[in-house]
């Protein structure tokens, strides 16, 4: 009797019983959820699938989304071609400035439609400059575009920007992607259910966004500058590098960016070819100048000549990039080549100058000067590795002239407040325009602001050439200004250039039509190898 | 008496406890969202900067104030948290300052992922667990008891990440079974359940196996500790055949403690399924919930906090309620 009420009890076990209950209930909650089948783009023989690690949070260009152009959803009123020189895109030709550099206009090509066939108008291009300067919205852009008075539509084909000051790269400016006005019509920009599910008037129109999983972009058949050669390209948000390298190999994408080392393994693979992309993008040590020992003219130039930076380009590049002297890039038509150095390094040149400005090596190697010790810390982000990497090869290489350097790996929260005093390993750069960067990162007046300037380094020279460079229209005058900034730089050395990075991808040979151009330091859905992604074409 | 009435009376306080849980939950789930705040407040981390990315190195700091501003988080925290309540008593849980989207939406279009995975990992690795503990321990020992506590040893000192990636190599790139990461086929038009589902067993597999050791050891260890108790004896003694005394008398016995357990370990396979959602680049909740911490986005961290408070708490009232029914000695009125 006993035994049998304990065999009936048996037949019901309860845990089973509960967690199947559970999973029911879990995928009916995961179903709910799922988003919608939408029709297009994925799914065709033909289209493209590409990876990345950088997912935008958005896909308003008001809100930053490709602000440089490139973007594939979106036009701006100029675009950039293979060379990265300015095209006319939403505008008929290039827009024109005039004499006094503070009014520029657009006129815009006729007959473009929006993805949902509505026709774009001057409206909507004033709109979408007048939201990013609302400080309502949530634009980081509208520091860029600082120099902005207004922008007018005085008919519905034309454009007028007014300046508060004359900006000579202005039109650079003009590759922001543009937004229907009529989509945000009683809305909260930052709010709009347009940032998930945008309507533009670029070569792709989006039929889904899943963030974190992918993006579905189907060919828009009636693009101004034609159908794009594929039906459609699938962006896939892989965060990990590993994962990213794995899913490579394994088939799923036909180009993905990979980190050097990764993409290395791909070299002579049949079937793969390694795609290195030049860059804008460098990687320095800043050096404050309100520390006593980088604040010395004599260290920083040692340094700047004791670092080795062929070695870092082959060891902790793994080959991907090529030795910086400067913040402006080698491909840049603004590039002086009087300030390029020795690539490799030159420890008697740098052991003579610290002998000539009085640092002598210490019993324990370290230099010194008048009781203080040739001894500076040298932050850099912690999850970084590339930075860790080069700020480890830094202080072996001043090591050897008798500087010590320690590095110190932290979050930017706790790097931010030292900037002031404490050297970091820093990177940005951009291909475009030498005044986009450099203007705030090296002017005196933004000295100690910040992220602009954190060494606080201060010259005359370079803040006339600065300014020269960004107030004259005549590209002879823009060219001289930004020689002497660049020598000046090299002289005073407020930074040490290490490297620019190659961006470096993997790309399935199947895949034809890839013509990468360099990148800037800022590359995802917008602006990567793909940035001409409507002309490629695979084969089955 | 059938079993069937003594289930009920077993269970009659039921009610009074689920009021009583729920009247507890209350201060419980406040204390937690406040400690959030509180969290927040403390943090050196600028939301706004972190919402900049790469482009805070252009963004003056006067733009970051007006963003700073739009969101409201330089109030002074009573405020920030009085409004955050006010909207979360109307259904509004808040703005995601690093997601960009309403909280709501990043919940509902991440939650269920995370939960699928979560929960069928949790059954796949209980009921593996049950089984293979108890047919250790009845061959106490044995080879397999042996094989299966090396296994269980090597695999709790091996990283998730690193299984996950091992995984991949074996299952996806050598033998070409199971596709490698993602949701759906890359290039799928929706998200049709049986490709979800493909996509998914390498994913549960993997957080099942690294949940796996704690739980088929603690089964081993109980069922093979109960196999000497009294009444499992006796039960041999007269006569009843082995599986009956193995599943029926010593495993009923040792689940009891099980049960509690379970839900306490609830938090780590959650832990884990971050770490998975990672490697098969899953959009769960785990990635947004650790960009959510780097970039002091509290309303979301709030949001998710208190979402796996309440799974933690409900789940301690099921297993209580669970014991309650399968223990006699249990009652719930007392």
């Not at chain 1, 690690?53 to 490709?66: H, K, R, S």
């Not at chain 1, 920007?161 to 039109?171: D, Q, R």
């Not at chain 1, 090591?399 to 030292?418: H, M, N, Q």
């Not at chain 2, 700073?68 to 920030?80: E, Y």
Request: hydrophobic fraction near 50%.
């Amino acid at each position: 009797m006993a035994a049998r009420s304990l065999e009936y009890v048996m037949v019901k076990p309860l845990p089973a019983r509960v967690t199947a209950a559970a999973v029911a209930a879990l995928l009916a909650v995961a179903g709910c959820s799922s988003p919608t089948t939408s029709s297009g783009g994925a799914g065709d023989a033909g289209t493209l699938v590409v990876a990345t690690a950088g997912e935008p949070d958005t896909l308003n260009p008001v809100l930053n989304y490709g602000v440089d152009g490139a973007s594939l959803i979106f036009d701006g009123l100029v675009a950039r071609d293979a060379g990265n020189r300015l095209v006319p895109a939403l505008a008929r030709d290039l827009p024109t400035v005039s004499a006094d550099g503070r009014t520029v206009t657009a006129k815009l090509r006729e007959g473009v439609l929006f993805h949902d066939g509505t026709p774009l108008t001057a409206q909507d291009v004033v709109f979408t400059y007048r939201a990013v300067l609302d400080p309502k919205v949530d634009s980081t852009l509208r520091s860029d575009l600082d120099m902005l008075a207004s922008v007018t539509a005085p008919d519905p084909a034309t454009v007028v920007f007014t300046l508060k000051h004359p900006y000579a790269p202005f039109l650079q400016r003009l590759a922001l992607g543009i937004v229907p006005a009529k989509a945000f019509a009683g809305q909260d920009v930052n709010k709009a259910e347009f940032n998930r599910r945008p309507v533009g008037t670029g070569p792709y129109r989006v039929t889904a966004w899943t963030p974190g999983d992918r993006l579905v972009l189907a060919a828009y058949d009636r693009h101004w500058g034609g159908r794009p050669k594929n039906p459609g390209v699938v962006v896939a948000f892989v965060a990990d590098d590993n994962v990213r390298a794995q899913r490579m190999r394994a088939g799923e994408f036909d180009a993905a960016e990979l980190a050097p080392k990764l993409a290395t393994g791909f070299d002579g693979q049949g079937g793969y070819r390694v795609q290195r992309v030049p860059t804008a993008d460098y990687r320095g040590v800043m050096l404050p100048m309100g520390n006593p020992v980088t604040g010395d003219l004599a260290i920083r130039r040692a340094l700047n000549t004791a670092v080795d930076r062929q070695a870092m380009v082959t060891g902790v590049l793994g080959g991907a990039g090529e030795p910086a002297f400067g913040p402006v890039p080698p491909s840049s038509e603004f590039a002086e080549p009087s300030i390029v150095g020795r690539a490799a390094a030159d420890p008697a040149a740098a052991t003579a100058t610290l002998d000539a400005a009085g640092w002598r090596p210490g019993p324990d190697g370290i230099r010194a000067r008048g009781g203080r010790q040739a001894a500076f810390t040298l932050m850099y982000p912690a999850t970084d590795s590339l930075r860790k990497e080069l700020a480890l090869a830094v202080t072996a290489d001043a090591k050897k002239i008798g500087i010590r350097v320690t590095p110190e790996g932290l979050t930017w929260d706790a790097i931010t407040p030292r900037m002031k005093t404490d050297a970091l390993v820093m990177g940005y750069g951009t291909p475009y325009d030498p005044d986009f960067v450099s203007y705030k990162l090296f002017g005196s007046a933004f000295a100690g602001q910040g992220f602009f300037n954190p060494g606080s380094y201060r010259s005359a020279v370079a803040d006339r050439a600065l300014q020269q460079g960004r107030d004259s229209a005549d590209p002879a005058v823009r060219r001289a200004a930004y020689a002497t900034f660049q020598q000046q730089l090299a002289a005073d050395v407020p930074w040490v250039f290490l490297t620019y990075l190659q961006h470096t991808y993997v790309v399935k040979d199947t895949v034809a039509g890839v013509t990468p151009r360099v990148e800037p330091h800022e590359h995802d859905v917008a602006n990567s190898l793909w940035w001409n992604v409507h002309t490629w074409t695979k084969r089955p | 008496m059938t079993a069937a009435t003594a289930g009920r009376r077993r269970l009659a306080g039921a009610g009074a406890v689920v009021r009583r849980r729920l009247l507890v939950a209350v201060p419980v789930l406040a204390a937690t969202s406040m400690g959030m705040f509180a969290l927040g407040a403390a943090s050196p981390i600028d939301p706004a900067q972190q919402y900049a990315g790469a482009a805070v190195f252009t963004t003056s700091e006067e733009n970051l104030a007006q963003i700073r501003a739009n969101w409201g988080v330089d109030d002074p925290l009573p405020v920030q948290y009085a409004r955050w309540i006010g909207n979360l008593l109307r259904g509004d849980l808040g703005w995601s300052t690093s997601r960009h989207e309403p909280v709501t939406s990043v919940l509902a279009a991440r939650a269920g992922w995370t939960l699928l995975l979560v929960g069928t990992a949790l059954a796949l690795v209980l009921v593996a667990s049950v089984l293979l503990g108890t047919l250790a321990a009845y061959r106490r020992g044995g080879w397999f008891d042996r094989a299966l506590r090396a296994a269980a040893y090597a695999v709790q000192s091996m990283p998730v990440f690193w299984i996950g990636l091992a995984a991949i190599a074996v299952f996806a790139l050598a033998l070409g079974w199971l596709p490698a990461g993602g949701l759906t086929d890359i290039t799928a038009t929706g998200t049709d359940p049986a490709d979800v589902a493909r996509h998914l067993v390498l994913p549960v597999t993997v957080l099942a196996i690294s949940q796996a050791p704690w739980f088929v050891l603690f089964v081993r260890d109980a069922v093979a500790e109960s196999l000497r108790d009294d009444h499992v004896l006796a039960a041999r003694a007269r006569g009843l055949p082995g599986r009956t005394v193995l599943f029926g008398h010593a495993l009923r016995t040792a689940l009891l403690p099980f049960l509690t357990l379970v839900g306490a370990h609830l938090p780590e396979l959650v832990g884990g399924a971050v770490l998975v959602e990672t490697v098969f680049s899953l959009p769960g909740l785990g990635a947004v919930t650790v960009a959510a911490a780097l970039g002091a986005d509290f309303p979301l961290l709030a949001a998710t906090t208190l979402a796996t408070a309440v799974v933690v708490l409900a789940a301690n009232l099921a297993t209580d309620l669970a014991y309650a029914a399968a223990d006699p000695r249990v009652r719930l009125d007392d």
